[in-house]
């Protein structure tokens, strides 16, 4: 099993990224998928996550009208559209596969890891 983060890169505040998390290994629609972070020196926190039953989505609070996470399970991929980037964003992002149909803000809970993608928002 494997999950290939990518899409990261340096952007100006303001600017937009879009992540991908490639799975291989699995059934994608098997899976709630989590996109998560960690800034330098902090812990790595939950950012939104697309369940597999229904596709509901959930953001934390301040990325809600900002970053919008959405699968494509032909492709057996996740994506996260991140828009209006403010340097507090700069972190790397991780996306994790959780079996079942439900989304999850716990870590522990996340049954793989991709390797992270480091997103760098700085004029």
């Known amino acids: 099993v494997q999950l290939q983060a990518s899409g990261g890169g340096l952007v100006q505040p303001g600017g937009s990224l879009r992540l991908s998390c490639a799975a291989s290994g699995l059934t994608l629609d098997d899976y709630a998928i989590g996109w998560f972070r960690q800034a330098p020196g902090k812990e790595r926190v939950g950012v939104s996550c697309i369940s597999s039953y229904d596709g509901s989505t959930y953001y934390v609070y301040s990325m809600k009208g900002r970053f919008t996470i959405s699968r494509d399970n032909a492709k057996n991929t996740v994506y996260l559209q991140m828009n209006s980037l403010k340097p507090e964003d700069t972190a790397v992002y991780y996306c994790?596969?959780?079996?079942?149909?439900?989304?999850?803000?716990?870590?522990?809970?996340?049954?793989?890891w991709g390797q992270g993608t480091l997103v760098t928002v700085s004029s």
């Open positions: 994790a596969a959780l079996y079942g149909s439900r989304c999850s803000a716990q870590r522990y809970e996340y049954d793989y």
